[in-house]
């Protein structure tokens, strides 16, 4: 569930609490404002028809006409007590006869309110149908207005929300585009200046501090590299020569073991300044190519290898150019490393080098037949010195598919890894067309 719609989902029951608890309030005050209005059109009763109370012979009466009685109101029911005892009535007659006493008090489907008179009590009631007519009207309205406006504030909520956190879609959109960048700019900051924006400089401090230190880290790979170089090539010299010179046979099989260790010494150095070199953004150069032309010449050049290996190289292109912005050398080492992986673990069967346009992008594939890569390797297969299986430590030194997204990156694009259904494995990079 996204945030989004937790937050609405958290939004819409407070507001329903908050509905639900004004409208009880909202009928509980109704009702005291209602019943305190009864209560006052029965006390002013009271004084309107305590003139009408007489005594005749020691017995009370009530009178019946004047116009005292065409001010009473016509549901009012009057009642005349003396010594606890009705001995009169006035009006409407109620259903109950309620025993006297002093105050407003409730008593069936009637309100009533008392006052002493001389020699007697009086009472003046009235139904209590009309407050409950006006609560129940109270009632039915609440139940509509109350679900529609839980309705329209969820709705309101949601579409709110969505406005409030669009600067956390845009954030989110731009971290993950600058994730897969060689160089990450900062991401861009919010025009509020809130809690998002804060955020968004925090981030910013922090892929300039990463940014620093990948930084130095290139730079110690390329300088470290660049002076293992020369005297890696010295030494792989003197080996050499040595093993010309050699009249001893016991130390042939021991100067060959050394000139094979200082070869893969070299060509780790070679690597690691190539790589360090790609992950630079000054170390490609710009220039307008054929991306297409560019994997032809690698898979003529590679040809030979794989006849030699008794593989069939399968190469298809598309009869269109595909141009982009990027550095020849640098593109053709990374087609020639996909085809180099394949070649090495894939030593039977059939490699495709496939190119072909999709959308506003140009993709560049590899597949194989041989066994493919364990699942638990596919998301660290373009880390540097990842190998997949212990037994390939042994057939490279794990840098060719790092340098392939090295070079991708810096040509603003990116890299995957697969497993055919059929068998085998596909790897390739997508670089962003000139002018796409």
């Given at each position: 569930m ?23 309030a ?76 002093e ?18 009590f ?10 409950e ?14 679900p ?34 060689a ?60 093993e ?24 780790l ?21 054929d ?27 598309p ?118």
């Open positions: 996204s945030l989004r719609l937790r937050l609405t989902l958290f939004a819409a029951l407070l507001v329903g609490v908050v509905l639900l608890l004004a409208g009880l909202l009928r509980q005050g109704v009702a005291r404002v209602l019943q305190a209005a009864l209560d006052r059109s029965l006390q002013e009763a009271l004084a309107l028809a305590q003139p009408l109370v007489s005594e005749e012979d020691g017995h009370l009466r009530l009178g019946g006409e004047g116009e005292v009685v065409r001010e009473l109101p016509g549901d009012l029911g009057l009642l005349l007590y003396q010594g606890g005892v009705p001995v009169g009535g006035l009006g409407q007659a109620p259903p109950v006869r309620p025993a006297p006493r105050g407003c008090f409730a008593q069936g489907e009637w309100r009533f309110c008392g006052q002493r008179v001389e020699g007697g009086l009472l003046a009631g009235r139904p209590l149908a009309g407050l007519g006006s609560l129940a009207a109270l009632d039915r309205v609440l139940l509509w207005v109350g529609a406006a839980f309705l329209l504030a969820s709705l309101l909520g949601y579409l709110l929300l969505g406005h409030a956190l669009a600067p956390v879609h845009r954030l989110t959109a731009a971290a993950r585009t600058r994730a897969q960048a160089t990450p700019d900062p991401l861009p900051l919010p025009q509020a200046r809130d809690e998002l924006r804060t955020l968004a400089e925090a981030f910013n401090a922090l892929l300039e501090a990463l940014a620093q230190a990948l930084e130095r880290e290139r730079r110690f790979t390329q300088d470290a590299a660049h002076e293992l170089r020369t005297p890696l090539t010295v030494l792989l010299g003197r080996l050499e020569q040595a010309e010179e050699n009249q001893d046979p016991r130390l042939a099989p021991r100067l060959a073991q050394a000139r094979r260790g200082a070869e893969r010494l070299l060509r150095a070679e690597d690691l300044l190539r790589l360090a070199r790609a992950e630079s953004p000054a170390g490609l150069r710009r220039e307008v190519l991306l297409r032309a560019v994997a032809r010449e690698v898979a003529e050049d590679l040809e030979p290898l794989f006849a030699a290996r008794g593989v069939a190289l399968e190469v298809r292109l009869l269109e150019p595909l141009w982009v912005l990027g550095d020849k050398a640098a593109l053709a080492l990374a087609v020639r490393n996909l085809l180099d992986n394949a070649l090495k673990f894939a030593p039977q069967g059939r490699v495709l080098l496939l190119l072909r346009r999709e959308g506003e992008r140009a993709l560049l594939a590899v597949e194989d037949q041989g066994p493919g890569f364990p699942e638990a390797a596919l998301p660290h297969l373009f880390q540097r010195f990842y190998q997949a299986q212990e037994e390939h430590r042994r057939m490279g030194s794990g840098l060719g598919l790092a340098l392939v997204r090295a070079v991708a990156q810096g040509h603003g694009g990116g890299v995957w890894a697969e497993n055919r259904p059929e068998g085998g494995a596909r790897v390739g990079f997508w670089l962003p067309l000139e002018g796409g």
